[in-house]
Nanobody, 117 residues
Framework: QVQLVESGGGLVQAGGSLKLSCAASGTIASAITTGWYRQAPGKQREMVAV???????NYADSVKGRFTVSRDSARNTVYLQMNNLKPEDTAVYYCNLVEGFWHTTYWGQGTQVTVSS
C-alpha cells in the first residue's frame, strides 16, 4: 500500500511563494505520473501540474510560468514550487500518484493553501 503525505501549505500574501512537498512511502511498483491537483470551495478538483516517469511535465494554463513541479526519485518525493501566488490559487492541494500495470491511483490527504489579497 502506498501512502502520500503532503506538507508545506499555509497562508501567504498575494505575490508570495510556497513550496509543497509530497513524500511517498510503501511499495511503489512503477510510478507513471506524480503530481498535484487542487480543489477550491464549490469547485471540482483540477489538475495543477504533473510529471511523468520520463520527466515530462504538464501544467494547467492558469499556473504556467508561476509553478514548477519536480521530483527527487531517490527520496520518493515530489515538489511544487509556487511563485507569484494569487488569491485564486487558494485551495486544498492534493498529491497524486499513478503507478503499476493497473494504473492504480493514490491521493494524499491534502494541504490547505490560502492566498490573501
Amino acid at each position: 500500500q502506498v501512502q502520500l503525505v503532503e506538507s508545506g501549505g499555509g497562508l501567504v500574501q498575494a505575490g508570495g511563494s510556497l513550496k509543497l512537498s509530497c513524500a511517498a512511502s510503501g511499495t511503489i511498483a512503477s510510478a507513471i505520473t506524480t503530481g498535484w491537483y487542487r480543489q477550491a470551495p464549490g469547485k471540482q478538483r483540477e489538475m495543477v501540474a504533473v510529471i511523468t516517469s520520463g520527466g515530462t511535465t504538464n501544467y494547467a494554463d492558469s499556473v504556467k510560468g508561476r509553478f514548477t513541479v519536480s521530483r527527487d526519485s531517490a527520496r520518493n518525493t515530489v515538489y511544487l514550487q509556487m511563485n507569484n501566488l494569487k488569491p485564486e490559487d487558494t485551495a486544498v492541494y492534493y498529491c497524486n500518484l499513478v503507478e503499476g500495470f493497473w494504473h492504480t491511483t493514490y491521493w494524499g490527504q491534502g494541504t490547505q493553501v490560502t492566498v490573501s489579497s
